[in-house]
């Protein structure tokens, strides 16, 4: 089999996607997502005129060999858009094997780990009360484990609230929005939220926060140590993880797990954190961090030192990103959770796929390949629209993490 060619499909069916379709001399095509939120053209860009020309003619079936090519080849190594495109080809190509021998992914990766892929969804409200109905609207539809956020008093526009019904969606079309932000507010009210949601819920509902790079180590050490007797499954992102080594002094206040990882592009972005032990859960994933072959060894690197994985999943991840996760999800060993933000109805119309969800977990389903396809045509409906994610600062102005 030789691939013959592949195409760069950029769509906006309630958000921005690209998608790469990879053709073969055999008729069979494999699908996988480019989508870097907030610079998806970059991405298209650097699969279209750098990547595609190299792959015609090449063996579907050797992923890794291509792996290594498109990594080594390029001279210039990791970085978010090269990881991405990387990824995409990547997934395209398991996608492929999995389609010409007529078995799903997951039978490739060394088969089923588990019968199901748990799965925590996202409930956040403009006060408490409201949060509050949102966990209980996701316990009502049978998830197991939920994220909550909430709005913070006198900081209406914290991370993870609103914008999507079953869910969060923070890009926002035209240029970024800017929201304020206070960490003084946010340490005053979080430990009043999940104790508000221990006292109605119990402790049979997994509960998790994602605090989104915003805090210092020793205030992410004060918060965890606070939370401790709510037992969250995890705190996420308590700092930006450009410094592992900042992760050490969060450890020594606090046992709350912490998972970490959505915008690591390579196994040496948590080498530290997970040889040294100082996370919980890894949550690098498919897209953004070099598909399903360099994901496997990230969670192959993260399994003697019992770091789980977490794998990222909101909506920017194109359904052919959670299908590919899923088939990851459902083979490896150290498996922690998955992050599942339901899609449009938009965006499912133009990926239509197999993996569904009941009782809390996942399933991809047994059909050959990753599960997923694209409409194109519907996807030429929805045309690419400038959107970016929001910058924040702080109540005097300095410019923060968002
Ligand atoms: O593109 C950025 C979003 O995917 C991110 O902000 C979502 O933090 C996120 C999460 O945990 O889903
Ligand atoms: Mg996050």
Redesign the pocket.
């Known amino acids: 089999m030789k691939i013959t060619g592949a195409k760069v499909i950029v769509c906006s069916p309630g958000r921005n996607f690209v998608t790469l379709k990879v053709h073969t001399d055999e008729g069979v095509y494999g699908l996988g997502d480019a989508t870097l939120?907030g610079r998806e053209l970059a991405v298209a860009s650097y699969l279209d005129d750098h990547v595609v020309p190299l792959l015609v003619g090449r063996d579907p079936f050797d992923v890794e060999d291509c792996w290594q090519y498109l990594y080594k080849g390029a001279y210039w190594r990791r970085g978010p858009v090269t990881m991405t495109a990387i990824a995409a080809v990547d997934v395209a190509l398991w996608d492929i094997k999995g389609k010409a021998l007529g078995t799903p992914v997951y039978n490739l990766l060394g088969g089923r780990s588990r019968t199901g892929v748990l799965c925590y969804g996202h409930a956040s409200g403009a006060t408490l009360e409201e949060t509050v109905d949102a966990v209980a609207r996701y316990l009502d539809l049978g998830y197991r484990a939920v994220r909550a956020q909430c709005s913070v008093p006198g900081v209406p526009s914290a991370y993870g609230v609103g914008g999507a019904e079953l869910g969060y969606e923070?890009?926002t079309r035209g240029l970024p929005s800017e929201d304020a932000w206070s960490t003084e507010e946010y340490l005053r009210f979080v430990p009043r939220l999940f104790e508000r949601l221990r006292g109605e819920f119990g402790f049979d509902v997994a509960l998790l926060h994602?605090a989104?790079h915003r805090l210092t180590p020793i205030e992410a050490g004060w918060l965890g140590r606070r939370l401790e007797d709510c037992r969250l499954f995890w705190l996420?992102?308590p700092v930006p993880a450009e410094l592992q080594d900042s992760f050490r002094l969060i450890r020594e206040h606090t046992t709350t797990p912490l998972a970490v990882g959505?915008v690591f592009n390579s196994l040496y972005d948590c080498q530290q954190l997970i040889t040294e032990q100082l996370i919980d859960y890894v949550r690098a994933t498919v897209v953004h961090a070099g598909g399903i072959t360099h994901l496997r060894k990230i969670a192959a690197l993260a399994e003697p030192y019992h770091v789980r994985t977490g794998c990222?999943g909101?909506t920017?991840l194109s359904p052919v990103s959670m299908a590919a996760a899923l088939h990851f999800d459902l083979s490896v060993h150290n498996f922690g959770i998955q992050?599942y933000?339901r899609h449009s109805a938009d965006t499912d119309a133009v990926f239509p796929h197999a993996y569904r969800f009941a009782d809390g977990y996942l399933h991809p389903g047994e059909g050959p390949g990753l599960g997923v396809d694209i409409d194109e045509h519907l996807a030429q409906r929805h045309p690419y629209v400038p959107a970016y994610?929001p910058v924040a600062r702080r109540l005097d102005g300095t410019v923060h993490s968002w």
């Open positions: 939120n923070p890009a994602d989104h996420e992102d959505e990222h909101a920017d992050e933000m994610l």
